[in-house]
């Protein structure tokens, strides 16, 4: 059965694999070059890999029908996602895409950003994210049109370099990463033996091991792309972090307790930031985001239970402000300065203090901004 | 807030790593495996990173593994695949049973990605 269906589903593959390169545009702008390029070969790579699975005799072998299988599956996985990403991003670009993405180059220059410049494509189902293989960067539909979330984009741009490989430029933040990663681990560690030793029940003892693999597969890589965000785009990526809670976060408390969840808890992410903030020298800065923050969670109607301060102690979180700002100063990045100006950055900031200064008239202010951003320049 | 950032740069590494392992897994099954393979090197390399983590990517791998709960050695596979001529059953079945792993963690991090 298993030959007769990948001689029927391969050379199909093929042919939805050759129709996807013929749907990749030949006018856009260069900002969409590398995309191409990258989605152009892997296509082609797609196309040699399944002729493989029909014409490599070792594999018509029955006892490596599971490796066959499994590598069918990759295959087809990576095929659906450069569909639904790369080649869709490609094919849908228009002039919202384009301004971004000139946006977007102008902001990598600025920050001095140590990989190639990702795409920025308009096709976000899920707020801002990033898919580091091709380099592609998801933002709202009309995203471009506003300011206040765009310091988000600098937090995007951090996680490609955290999974770089063999680039000694940006090699002393992912050791700086490492080092505190240990620390985190180390942590919930003598946390577990003190448990033991208390023979404390064996829930507790299951909750900090998911802490640990919490901390291990994704809450630092967050942390530390919170804090690269803050060093570069100022306290404007402090502010975007109250503005989505607000607008889209759940209990900023809370704390995993059965499976290891994907992001640290809102107020854990805010006492980072405000740490960083206190390292950058940003004193007023921090005491006015800090003020709004805790009006903001006084105004939730929960609070913060004695797991969540077990969870994220203040000196571990401090820790992790100053190995992050260690690591990514060390490969170069520019440093927010409160002075700079006629930079994207100096916008997105003047942004926020216009926001709380003339609440009633920023959206008018706004529209004259974004203009003057995406169409003048600064 | 979206999972897709943070999973799809380690989904590529998750899949090479799986890609790697059933041809080192095609090789010894049908015995043309040795210890000058381009691709058990290969394997052998990364495993090593993965046995002594120094990045996120390795870290994750390490969990990944450690997860498992099979108590896997990873060292002593890593020192297996770079000297033994021909891989035992036994070894055959340590790389199947990682080879079964990472691709249940590949898919979990499909579906995460895609927003399921």
Request: net charge neutral.
């Given at each position: 059965?298993?030959?007769?269906?990948?001689?029927?589903?391969?050379?199909?593959?093929?042919?939805?694999?050759?129709?996807?390169?013929?749907?990749?545009?030949?006018?856009?702008?260069?900002?969409?070059?590398?995309?191409?390029?990258?989605?152009?070969?892997?296509?082609?790579?797609?196309?040699?890999?399944?002729?493989?699975?029909?014409?490599?005799?070792?594999?018509?072998?029955?006892?490596?029908?599971?490796?066959?299988?499994?590598?069918?599956?990759?295959?087809?996985?990576?095929?659906?996602?450069?569909?639904?990403?790369?080649?869709?991003?490609?094919?849908?670009?228009?002039?919202?895409?384009?301004?971004?993405?000139?946006?977007?180059?102008?902001?990598?220059?600025?920050?001095?950003?140590?990989?190639?410049?990702?795409?920025?494509?308009?096709?976000?189902?899920?707020?801002?994210?990033?898919?580091?293989?091709?380099?592609l960067l998801f933002v709202p539909l009309v995203e471009g049109h506003f300011l206040l979330h765009l310091p988000d984009l600098y937090h995007e741009l951090a996680h490609p370099i955290l999974v770089e490989e063999n680039d000694p430029i940006i090699e002393p933040l992912q050791h700086s990463f490492s080092k505190c990663l240990d620390e985190c681990i180390s942590y919930v560690q003598y946390e577990t033996q003190k448990l033991q030793r208390r023979k404390s029940p064996v829930r507790s003892e299951y909750m900090l091991g998911t802490w640990e693999r919490s901390w291990i597969r994704s809450w630092l890589s967050e942390f530390y792309c919170d804090v690269f965000a803050l060093i570069t785009a100022g306290p404007a990526f402090a502010w975007s972090h109250l503005h989505l809670a607000i607008k889209r976060g759940e209990n900023p408390f809370v704390v995993p307790t059965v499976s290891a969840s994907s992001h640290p808890a809102d107020d854990a992410r805010m006492r980072v930031l405000l740490a960083t903030l206190a390292l950058l020298g940003l004193r007023q800065e921090s005491i006015d985001i800090q003020n709004a923050w805790r009006c903001f969670t006084g105004s939730l109607g929960v609070k913060a239970e004695p797991e969540y301060f077990w969870c994220y102690p203040d000196e571990l979180l401090k820790k992790i402000s100053t190995y992050a700002v260690s690591g990514a100063t060390q490969i170069g990045v520019h440093v927010f300065s409160p002075s700079e100006k006629g930079t994207v950055t100096s916008v997105l900031n003047a942004a926020w203090g216009q926001f709380w200064t003339h609440p009633g008239s920023y959206v008018q202010w706004e529209k004259k901004a974004v203009e003057k951003l995406l169409e003048a320049k600064c | 807030m979206s999972d897709t950032g943070l999973y799809s740069g380690l989904y590529t590494k998750v899949r090479d790593v799986a890609a790697l392992i059933d041809e080192v897994l095609m090789s010894a099954k049908l015995g043309s495996s040795s210890s000058t393979d381009s691709e058990r090197n290969k394997l052998a390399t990364q495993l090593a990173a993965v046995a002594a983590p120094t990045d996120f990517p390795t870290n994750y791998f390490s969990a990944v593994i450690k997860d498992m709960g099979s108590g896997l050695d990873l060292k002593s596979l890593v020192a297996t695949l770079q000297t033994s001529q021909s891989l035992s059953q036994a070894v055959i079945c340590d790389l199947e049973l990682l080879a079964s792993t990472l691709e249940s963690e590949r898919t979990r991090m499909l579906s995460k990605m895609r927003g399921r």
């Amino acid at each position: 059965m298993l030959d007769a269906y990948f001689t029927g589903s391969v050379p199909q593959l093929i042919e939805r694999s050759r129709e996807l390169t013929a749907k990749i545009p030949r006018n856009l702008p260069r900002a969409y070059d590398a995309l191409a390029q990258t989605a152009r070969s892997r296509l082609n790579n797609l196309i040699a890999q399944f002729g493989s699975l029909i014409e490599d005799q070792r594999l018509l072998d029955k006892s490596l029908r599971p490796e066959r299988l499994r590598k069918f599956k990759r295959l087809v996985s990576e095929l659906d996602t450069l569909e639904a990403t790369a080649i869709l991003a490609l094919r849908k670009a228009q002039d919202e895409d384009h301004r971004l993405n000139d946006l977007l180059e102008r902001i990598t220059k600025e920050i001095a950003y140590p990989a190639v410049t990702p795409t920025v494509t308009t096709l976000s189902r899920d707020y801002f994210y990033i898919f580091p293989e091709f380099r592609l960067l998801f933002v709202p539909l009309v995203e471009g049109h506003f300011l206040l979330h765009l310091p988000d984009l600098y937090h995007e741009l951090a996680h490609p370099i955290l999974v770089e490989e063999n680039d000694p430029i940006i090699e002393p933040l992912q050791h700086s990463f490492s080092k505190c990663l240990d620390e985190c681990i180390s942590y919930v560690q003598y946390e577990t033996q003190k448990l033991q030793r208390r023979k404390s029940p064996v829930r507790s003892e299951y909750m900090l091991g998911t802490w640990e693999r919490s901390w291990i597969r994704s809450w630092l890589s967050e942390f530390y792309c919170d804090v690269f965000a803050l060093i570069t785009a100022g306290p404007a990526f402090a502010w975007s972090h109250l503005h989505l809670a607000i607008k889209r976060g759940e209990n900023p408390f809370v704390v995993p307790t059965v499976s290891a969840s994907s992001h640290p808890a809102d107020d854990a992410r805010m006492r980072v930031l405000l740490a960083t903030l206190a390292l950058l020298g940003l004193r007023q800065e921090s005491i006015d985001i800090q003020n709004a923050w805790r009006c903001f969670t006084g105004s939730l109607g929960v609070k913060a239970e004695p797991e969540y301060f077990w969870c994220y102690p203040d000196e571990l979180l401090k820790k992790i402000s100053t190995y992050a700002v260690s690591g990514a100063t060390q490969i170069g990045v520019h440093v927010f300065s409160p002075s700079e100006k006629g930079t994207v950055t100096s916008v997105l900031n003047a942004a926020w203090g216009q926001f709380w200064t003339h609440p009633g008239s920023y959206v008018q202010w706004e529209k004259k901004a974004v203009e003057k951003l995406l169409e003048a320049k600064c | 807030m979206s999972d897709t950032g943070l999973y799809s740069g380690l989904y590529t590494k998750v899949r090479d790593v799986a890609a790697l392992i059933d041809e080192v897994l095609m090789s010894a099954k049908l015995g043309s495996s040795s210890s000058t393979d381009s691709e058990r090197n290969k394997l052998a390399t990364q495993l090593a990173a993965v046995a002594a983590p120094t990045d996120f990517p390795t870290n994750y791998f390490s969990a990944v593994i450690k997860d498992m709960g099979s108590g896997l050695d990873l060292k002593s596979l890593v020192a297996t695949l770079q000297t033994s001529q021909s891989l035992s059953q036994a070894v055959i079945c340590d790389l199947e049973l990682l080879a079964s792993t990472l691709e249940s963690e590949r898919t979990r991090m499909l579906s995460k990605m895609r927003g399921r």
